[in-house]
C-alpha cells in the first residue's frame, strides 16, 4: 500500500532538525527539573515529557500514512470537532488558575486551544487554495475565513487565555497576508483597525491584561510580580555570557530564581549553563526548521500543501518569536511555549502534529492535484 | 488565473516565500542582537548580580479595613504580630541555627525543620516563617541574640483585632487562611499563600473592600542577607473601612440579655432597615481564629449543642407561632372575610370536622373582634379567619411581607425559611393539602417557618406604614483617608400587601398587646414610650389535638420557643425588635421583657424612678 517513491522522498534532513532540537530541548528541561534541591519529585516532569515527546514521534509516523490532501477534504470535519471541544471545557473542564482551559480526559489531560491552532491552519489552507489570484483577496474572500477565525478567538479569549488567542489570529494573519490580500483591504482594515483600538483597551481587556502591557512598557510598575521575572530572568541570560556557566551549573536555575524555569522561562535555563554559544546553535537550528518549511511549501505542487506548509511554519515561527521576546524583555510575558523545548504535552504534541504535516507534505512533493 | 488556483505558479509562490523569508531574517537578527546585548555587552554586570545573588523581593503585607459602628466606634482594628521567619540561604548552616534557636525558643527542633522541609524548593531566598504572633519575651530573646541567629528574622504583620471581644461575633464574622482551591480560582488577586481572608460574616462578604493591596520591596543584599540598597518599593495600599449601622451600645445590652439563654436578637430601625443589633447566643471569640483556630477549639464549638457557629438571626429557622396572626389578620381584612366590626366567639376550642382545635386559653376568650384577637392572641379567632382563607392565600400575604423568602442582608449562609402551599406540599410529601392543617398554618404552628431577621423586617413595615426595607449592616466604605469609596443606600424590596385602614387595625391590636388591659405583653409596659407587639410560642414538637403538657415537666430541648415581635414608639417607630429564644417556653414572659429592656435602652426612658426626679431627662437623651 505504500508507495515506494513516498519512502525514496522522505524528508530525512528536516526530521534531522526535529530530532536534534528535541535532544536539546530534554538536555534543558533535565537542567531545569533536577538543579537545585528536591530533584527527584520533579524529574517525574522529565519523565513525562519524555513519555509526550515519544508519542509525539509516533504521531508523526502514522500521520504520514495518510496523503495530507485528505485533511483538505476533511477538514471541515476536524474544525468542527476542535470547536466542540473548546465548547466542552467549558461544561466540563477544569478550571486552573483561573481559567477553563483544559479537558480531562482520564490521565490525559489536554488544551484544546492547541489543536484549534492546527485545525485552523487546515482549513484556512483548504479555503485559501481555492480563492488565490494574482491580484490578491478581496473583501468577499474573507468572509469565510474571518469567520472560521472568530468562532474559536471568542472562545479561547473568553477561557480567558488572550494569549493563545491573539497567536490563533496572528497565525491566521500571517497566512492570509501571504496569500496576498488586495491593497484596498489592507488600507480598509487599518483605517477601521486603528480607532478600534483604544475601544479595545478600555472595553476589551481584563485589568491583569492591561497591567502586563503597561509593565512591559514600564517594568517598574510591577517591581514584584512580572517585572522581578523579567530581571531575574535578564539576570540569569547574561550571567551566562559567551559560553556559559556549563550543564547543571546555572545558579539561577538551580536556586530557583526563576518562575516557570521548566516551562515558559526554560530558554533562559539554556542561557545561563551554555551562554551565547549555546544560544545561538538553537537559533539556528530554529532557523533552519523554519526555512526547512518554507522550502517545503515552495517544492509543494498543490497550492493547498504549500498554504499549509507556510501556515505551519508560521505558527512555530510566531511561538519561537514571542517566547524568547519575552523571556529576554523585549515582550510583554504572555503564556506561549518555546516550541519543543517547553515542558507540556499539548505543546508538544501540536507541535509534532506540525511536523507530521510537513513532513507529510514534503514527501509528497511531486503529487500534484 | 486557472493554474495558480490549484497547482502554485513558481514565480508567485517564491515572490510571497522571500517576504516572508526576510521577516524570519530580521526577527531572529533582533534576536541575536539582543543576545549581543545582554550576554556580552552587559554579561559581566548580570554575572555579578547572579553570583552574589543579591536581589530579594520582600512583600510587605498590607493591613485589612478597619470596621467602626454607627457612631465611629472603632469596632475592629489591626495590631502588629511579630512573625519569627527564617531565610535558609543566609542561616547557614542551617542545622546549627535552628538548633540554637530551639534551644533558646523551646521550640521543638523537630517542628522546625518540619516547616522549612514543607516549604521545599522555592524556599531558599524567601523568608519562611517559623512561628506566627510570638510573645514579646520571644521577641526580646530572639532580638537579643541577633548575632547568634544569622538569617533569623523578626518580621511585623499587621494582624486581626477585635476590641470588644465576642460582641457581634455572628454579624463582624472572622478571618481564616486561604486554601490552595480559592488561592487558584484566580478571585482573590492580591492574597498570598498564608494570607487571611473573611470567611464568616461581615468580613466575608465584604471581603473585597477590607482586603488591601500587597506592596513589596527590591532590594540588593549582601553575604549576610543584609539589605544593602532598595531597588525598588510598592507601597502596600490599606484596605477600606467600613461603617456599620450597627449600634454597640445596644449590642452590648441585647448580648447582656440573652446571655445564658439560646436565641437571637435583631433591631431594626424601620426608617431605614438600618441593623441597629443582630445578636445571636450562644457566641464565639473571633480571636481565637487569628493565626488559625486550635482544633480543639473548633470541635468545642462544633459539638456545643447551643450552635455557637451559626448566625441564629439569619441561619435558623423557626416556626412563627402567633406572631404570625398578624398576617392571617391582614389577609382576613384585605380579602374581606373578616371586618373590623366582625366578631367571633371563642369557646376555648373549635370544632372542625369531627376534631376540636385548641385554644392556647383553655376557658375561651369569649365574644372577640380581630383587635381584640390580636390582644389576646386568640387562636380560635384565627382558626376560623384561616379556614376560610385557605393556605395559598395565608402563604400569598406571608411572601407578600418577605416571610419565606431571604430579606437580601449581606451576610452569606441567609435562610429563606418556609412559607408552605398546596403545590409545596404536593411536591414535598406528593400529598395533598388537608383544610386541618390550615387551621394550624394560621396561628403560624405547622410547616412555617421564619427567621428572627425576617420578622424584624417584616414587623419594621407594620411600624413604619407598609415598607418592606432590605436590612442594611453598612453605611459607607471610606479609605484610609477617610474618603468616601462608596456608600449604601436604603433600599426597599416591597410593600405589605394591605390597606393603611386594615393595617391601623393591625396595629391597633398590636398596642394592645402591650397596652390593653388584657395584652399577652403588657407587663412590659414602659411609662414614656408605647409599644406594639405581639407574643409567640412556638411548638418544638407537634402534639396531638387537646393534649394538653405540662411544658415544666419535659426536657428543657422539647420545651417551646418563645418569640416576640415589636416597633416603638407605636405612633412614629424609632426601632422594630424581634426575639427569639429558644425553650424560653412563652413568648410574654422570655422574649418580651428582652425586648421591653432594649427599646428602654436606646429610646432612653429613664427608670420610673429616675423618671420622677429628672423631668427632662427625657430631652436631654434624645
Known amino acids: ?369 | 488565473m486557472g493554474d495558480i488556483n490549484r497547482n502554485p505558479d513558481r514565480d508567485w509562490l517564491k515572490q510571497r516565500l522571500m517576504g516572508a523569508s526576510l521577516c524570519i531574517v530580521l526577527v531572529f537578527s533582533l534576536l541575536l542582537l539582543r543576545l549581543v546585548y545582554l550576554q556580552m555587552i552587559k554579561g559581566e554586570e548580570y554575572r555579578r548580580l547572579s553570583q552574589t545573588n543579591c536581589v530579594r523581593l520582600k512583600s510587605i503585607k498590607s493591613s485589612r479595613g478597619l470596621i467602626y459602628d454607627r457612631s465611629n466606634t472603632l469596632l475592629v482594628d489591626n495590631r502588629p504580630a511579630f512573625d519569627l521567619s527564617i531565610v535558609l540561604e543566609d542561616a547557614k548552616p542551617v542545622k546549627e541555627t535552628v538548633a540554637h534557636l530551639s534551644g533558646l525558643t523551646g521550640e521543638p527542633q523537630d517542628e522546625l525543620m518540619a516547616s522549612i522541609k514543607k516549604a521545599g524548593r522555592s524556599a531558599f531566598y524567601k523568608p519562611l516563617v517559623l512561628k506566627r504572633d510570638i510573645s514579646r519575651d520571644l521577641l526580646a530573646m530572639v532580638e537579643s541574640h541577633q548575632f547568634d541567629l544569622p538569617g533569623v528574622y523578626i518580621d511585623i504583620e499587621p494582624t486581626r483585632h477585635y476590641i470588644y471581644e465576642k460582641t457581634a461575633a455572628h454579624l463582624l464574622g472572622y478571618l481564616g487562611e486561604i486554601n490552595r482551591e480559592e488561592l487558584q480560582s484566580g478571585k482573590y488577586p492580591n492574597v498570598k499563600t498564608g494570607d487571611s481572608i473573611g470567611r464568616y460574616g461581615v468580613e466575608k462578604s465584604f471581603e473585597p473592600f477590607l482586603q488591601g493591596k500587597r506592596g513589596g520591596r527590591q532590594v540588593e543584599v549582601d553575604v549576610n542577607g543584609r539589605v544593602i540598597k532598595v531597588l525598588k518599593t510598592v507601597d502596600p495600599v490599606p484596605g477600606k473601612d467600613l461603617y456599620l449601622t450597627l449600634d454597640l451600645k445596644l449590642q452590648q445590652r441585647a448580648e447582656e440579655l440573652l446571655a445564658g439563654k439560646d436565641g437571637a436578637v435583631v433591631v431594626l430601625d424601620p426608617s431605614n432597615g438600618d441593623v441597629l443589633v443582630m445578636a445571636s447566643t450562644p457566641s464565639f471569640d473571633q480571636n481565637d481564629f487569628i493565626g488559625g483556630i486550635s482544633s480543639k477549639k473548633w470541635r468545642a464549638l462544633m459539638d456545643d449543642p447551643g450552635r455557637p457557629m451559626n448566625n441564629k438571626a439569619i441561619q435558623a429557622e423557626y416556626p412563627p407561632a402567633s406572631t404570625y396572626k398578624i398576617i392571617t389578620a391582614m389577609a382576613g381584612l384585605e380579602e374581606k372575610v373578616i371586618d373590623r366590626s366582625s366578631t367571633f366567639f371563642c369557646p376555648g376550642f373549635y370544632k372542625f370536622g369531627n376534631r376540636r382545635y385548641h385554644c392556647w386559653n383553655r376557658h375561651g376568650h369569649g365574644e372577640l373582634d380581630v383587635v381584640g384577637a390580636i390582644e389576646r392572641s386568640c387562636d380560635v379567632f384565627f382558626y376560623r379567619t384561616g379556614e376560610e382563607l385557605g393556605v395559598d392565600k395565608l402563604a400569598q400575604y406571608a411572601n407578600g411581607a418577605g416571610l419565606g423568602r431571604l430579606t437580601g442582608i449581606r451576610l452569606a449562609h441567609e435562610r429563606d425559611g418556609l412559607i408552605p402551599t398546596a403545590a409545596w406540599k404536593k411536591k414535598r410529601f406528593k400529598e395533598s393539602w388537608q383544610a386541618g392543617e390550615t387551621l394550624s398554618i394560621s396561628i403560624g404552628q405547622g410547616f412555617n417557618l421564619v427567621t428572627p431577621l425576617q420578622m424584624a423586617v417584616f414587623i419594621a413595615a407594620v411600624g413604619n406604614g407598609g415598607t418592606l426595607y432590605r436590612p442594611r449592616i453598612v453605611k459607607a466604605v471610606r479609605d484610609y483617608r477617610g474618603k468616601m469609596v462608596k456608600e449604601i443606600e436604603p433600599e426597599i424590596t416591597g410593600g405589605l400587601p394591605v390597606s393603611p385602614e386594615n393595617l391601623a387595625l393591625v396595629r391597633k391590636g398590636m398596642l394592645k398587646v402591650v397596652h390593653g388591659s388584657r395584652g399577652t405583653a403588657r407587663r412590659i409596659r414602659l411609662k414614656d414610650i408605647t409599644i406594639a407587639g405581639k407574643t409567640g410560642t412556638a411548638q418544638v414538637f407537634s402534639r396531638k389535638a387537646g393534649e394538653k403538657f405540662d411544658n415544666k415537666k419535659l426536657g428543657r430541648t422539647l420545651q417551646d420557643h418563645a418569640w416576640f415581635v415589636c416597633y416603638a414608639p407605636a405612633e412614629n417607630p424609632k426601632v422594630a425588635v424581634s426575639v427569639m429564644i429558644e425553650h424560653g417556653e412563652h413568648g410574654s414572659s422570655a422574649a418580651a421583657p428582652v425586648a421591653g429592656e432594649l427599646i428602654r435602652s436606646y429610646l432612653g426612658a429613664p427608670d420610673p424612678a429616675m423618671a420622677m426626679l429628672s423631668e427632662h431627662g427625657k430631652d436631654q437623651q434624645e
Open chain 1, 1 to 369: 500500500m505504500f508507495d515506494r517513491r513516498l519512502i525514496e522522498n522522505f524528508d530525512w534532513g528536516f526530521l534531522g532538525v526535529i530530532i536534534l532540537i528535541c535532544a536539546a530541548g530534554m538536555m534543558i528541561l533535565y537542567s531545569a527539573v533536577t538543579a537545585g534541591a528536591d530533584g527527584a519529585v520533579l524529574h517525574g516532569l522529565f519523565k513525562k515529557q519524555a513519555v509526550w515527546m515519544g508519542a509525539g514521534f509516533f504521531i508523526i509516523l502514522v500521520s504520514l500514512v495518510v496523503d495530507f490532501r485528505e485533511l483538505g477534504k476533511l477538514h471541515l470535519f476536524f474544525y468542527v470537532l476542535c470547536v466542540g471541544l473548546l465548547v466542552s471545557t467549558y461544561l466540563f473542564g477544569k478550571v486552573g488558575g483561573g481559567s477553563q482551559r483544559w479537558l480531562v480526559l482520564g490521565p490525559i489531560r489536554m488544551q484544546p486551544s492547541e489543536l484549534m491552532k492546527i485545525s485552523l491552519i487546515i482549513s484556512l489552507a483548504a479555503v485559501y487554495a481555492g480563492s488565490v489570484s494574482q491580484e490578491g483577496l478581496g473583501f468577499r474572500n474573507l468572509i469565510k475565513p474571518a469567520t472560521l477565525c472568530l468562532i474559536p478567538f471568542g472562545l479561547i479569549v473568553n477561557q480567558p487565555d488572550l494569549g493563545t488567542g491573539l497567536l490563533l489570529l496572528l497565525i491566521a494573519g500571517t497566512i492570509t497576508l501571504f496569500v496576498k490580500v488586495q491593497k484596498k483591504v489592507i488600507l480598509t482594515f487599518t483605517g477601521v483597525g486603528l480607532p478600534i483600538v483604544p475601544l479595545v483597551w478600555f472595553f476589551g481587556l481584563k485589568d491583569y491584561q492591561k497591567g502586563r502591557i503597561l509593565t512591559f512598557l514600564d517594568p517598574d510598575r510591577d517591581p514584584l510580580g512580572a517585572g522581578y521575572h523579567i530581571i531575574q530572568s535578564k539576570i540569569a541570560i547574561g550571567s551566562g555570557m559567551l559560553t556559559g556557566k556549563g550543564f547543571l551549573k546555572g545558579t539561577q536555575n538551580a536556586l530557583n530564581f526563576l518562575p516557570e524555569q521548566h516551562t515558559d522561562f526554560i530558554l533562559s535555563v539554556l542561557a545561563e549553563e551554555w551562554g551565547f554559544a549555546g544560544c545561538v546553535v538553537l537559533l539556528l537550528l530554529y532557523f533552519v526548521l523554519l526555512f526547512w518549511g518554507l522550502n517545503i511549501a515552495y517544492n509543494c505542487r498543490n497550492m493547498f500543501g504549500s498554504i499549509l506548509a507556510f501556515g505551519i511554519t508560521a505558527m512555530i515561527f510566531w511561538q519561537i518569536f514571542i517566547n524568547i521576546g519575552m523571556v529576554m524583555g523585549l515582550m510583554p510575558v504572555v503564556g506561549v511555549p518555546l516550541p519543543l523545548i517547553s515542558y507540556g504535552g499539548s505543546s508538544v504534541v501540536t507541535n509534532m502534529v506540525g511536523f507530521g504535516i510537513l513532513l507529510n507534505i514534503s514527501m509528497r512533493k511531486f503529487t500534484s492535484s
